[in-house]
């Protein structure tokens, strides 16, 4: 079966520092990979998108980028954190198969930046 | 543009009644919509897919509906329990791209 792992689980930050966080799945190959934002009591905010090994796309402009190095694994990243950065940050999967594009989570990293 | 809209307002209901939940869209036909379940602190879990050719679908208490001329979709829980209380989404493939788009999420209670 899948599996997508996500760390940290929490992560405390101060302004003006680096982002690293990283995703990985297990169990299938080739999939559709996501980043999303979550504000507090707000819904999902898509930050990029893959589709596969280096294919990265940027759905809102910000201080973020993402890196597909492997077919599986999938970082997300910033140079300098922003108060506004602060929030909720999951992972997700679809198959590239089967035509619904249902997508398949991970646990979440909860981000405070301060 | 195209919009998702869910019912607003939280919803609080007594164990064993019915929840009904609203997905309402904007400028687009899906060709299916999908609803997934999201508990505090936790990453969204799909629930159930209904087509654009299918009225209604089922899995144990959960009933789904779609109705493509309204532009809207109905999730109804029945029977209720307090293990039911969560945030529940609904997604469409709005661009026909690999990307869904969220509705904001209704937040159901269940009191016992």
């Known amino acids: 079966s899948q599996t997508i792992h996500q760390w940290p689980a929490t992560l405390v930050q101060p302004v003006g520092s680096p982002l690293s966080l990283e995703c990985t799945v297990e169990?299938?190959?080739?999939?559709?990979l996501y980043w999303y934002r979550q504000a507090a009591g707000r819904g999902l905010q898509l930050l990029f998108y893959?589709?596969?090994?280096?294919?990265i796309s940027s759905e809102v402009p910000q201080n973020l980028s993402a890196s597909r190095p492997q077919d599986r694994q999938f970082i997300l990243s910033s140079k300098k954190l922003l108060l506004s950065d602060s929030g909720f940050y999951l992972c997700?999967?679809?198959?590239?198969?089967?035509?619904?594009?249902?997508?398949?989570f991970g646990p979440g990293t909860r981000l405070t930046v301060l | 543009s195209q919009k998702i809209e869910q019912n607003s307002e939280a919803l609080n209901i007594q164990e064993g009644k019915t929840a009904t939940l609203t997905c309402n869209y904007t400028?687009?036909?899906?060709?299916?919509l999908q609803w997934y379940r999201q508990d505090p602190g936790r990453g969204p879990v799909f629930l159930l897919l209904?087509?654009?050719?299918?009225k209604e679908k089922r899995k144990e208490r959960l009933k789904v509906t779609f109705d493509t001329t309204l532009k809207q979709s109905l999730f109804h829980i029945t029977a209720s329990q307090p293990a039911d209380s969560a945030t529940y989404l609904c997604?469409?493939?709005?661009?026909?791209?690999?990307?869904?788009?969220f509705g904001a999420g209704t937040t159901v209670t269940v009191r016992a």
């Open positions: 997700a999967w679809s198959p590239t198969s089967g035509g619904t594009d249902t997508q398949y």
């Open positions: 169990g299938t190959s080739n999939p559709n």
């Open positions: 997604a469409l493939d709005m661009s026909n791209d690999y990307k869904l788009s």
């Open positions: 400028n687009y036909s899906p060709a299916y």
């Open positions: 893959s589709v596969g090994i280096g294919q």
């Open positions: 209904i087509r654009e050719n299918e």
